[in-house]
């Protein structure tokens, strides 16, 4: 892609969520909409995620939605990467995991989980280079963390 890409924190609309949610929908492994209902699983992210996102022409082409709520376990908890399939390939994904994981350290939390579809080999590279390591597996999903 020859635009630009400016990365921001929280900017997005719960429409907007949607919106891009609806666009990948079928890029998860299964489909988002298999597991969740996109318009409320969106409120959920603009209302209590932290997200990172990616923005070209005031288009939202990636997101990275982070919990970072549990203080007690000193842990954060990512719900959400997704990129619009035209803008893969790009290094839009690990540069906004890049953000989250240097916020969450400033926040002094220990540690990042996430959980992965086995069936996602691109994604499970992807977190495997920014250093996460299987912490379990419960088929079809791969639970996975970074120890800050």
Known sequence: MALAVICCLNRATEDELAEHLWRCNSDFLPPLSSRVAIADYARKLALGATRFEAWSADKLVGMVAAYCNDREGHAAYISNVSVLNEWTCNGIAGTLLRQCIAHIAALGLRQ?????????????????????????????????????
């Open 112 to 148: 990042i989980k996430l959980e992965v579809s086995s069936d996602s080999k691109a994604a499970i590279s992807l977190y495997e280079k920014q250093g996460f390591t299987v912490s379990s597996i419960k088929e079809p999903m791969i639970a996975m963390r970074l120890t800050l």
